[in-house]
């Protein structure tokens, strides 16, 4: 188990160094985020004391599961998956450091209400649906800036940049067209100089369309299966947990 995750995280690392540099950027500018749903906490161990710091959940169940075994070694924890407002409480007890779903005003006014409770701030993406599929949470692109305006009002919310799933196609032009579209947002989002607003990460890409991402612009990379290996459920079951059946 050891020697496989080991030696997956060196070939997506590999693959980042080699996309930033035939994007004429730094591989320093790239952060590989663990997708770790449905993965054990000590599976998850193996890559954190092999030096990796930044996961992600996407279920607040599985982040409290996890939490107790993975505290003792140092990392950053963020949360990818659809957020329901009745589990704000246990995003902020876990120890989540930035939700990179944030896709609502209704969310962000009860959780900037629970963090003023809690005398607490915590960093924020702005989910946006960039492959306008029914099947996917996130803000319209059109509301998008709307949002980050609304939002923004909320000191407690620290907007960080972007977040978006791609389109899941081999047509990687296809999938180019999502990055695009949220590289574009935050360069409008930037050019209005919003107040108390940084739009500094930009969260797309993952093991299949990493390149493209990076050459598009990404500043942070979602993999799981690539390094942990298959998961028994579909991606729908983790990405969507509203709009399917389970």
Known sequence: MKEE????MAVIQERI??????SNRSPDEVKLLLATKT???ERIKVALKAGQTLIAENKVQELKEKYEVLKEIPHTNHF?????????????????SCIQSLDRLELAEKLHQRLGFESK?????????TSFEESKFGVSPDDA??????VAQLNRLKIKGLMTIGLFSAETEKVRL??????????KIIALNIPEVEMKELSMGMS?????????GATIIRIGTAIFGKRIYPDSYYWNEQKYKQ
């Open 5 to 8: 995750i080991l030696r997956n």
């Open 17 to 22: 160094n080699k996309a930033c540099i035939n």
């Open 39 to 41: 993965v054990s906490a």
């Open 80 to 96: 990818i998956g659809h957020l329901q407002t009745n589990k704000i409480k246990d995003i902020l007890k876990y120890g989540v």
């Open 121 to 129: 701030t915590i960093e924020v993406l702005i989910q946006v649906n």
């Open 145 to 150: 800036i709307e949002l980050v305006q609304q």
């Open 178 to 187: 999502c990055f695009k579209l949220l590289k574009s947002i935050q360069q």
């Open 208 to 216: 299949g369309d990493l390149e493209t991402a990076i050459e598009e």
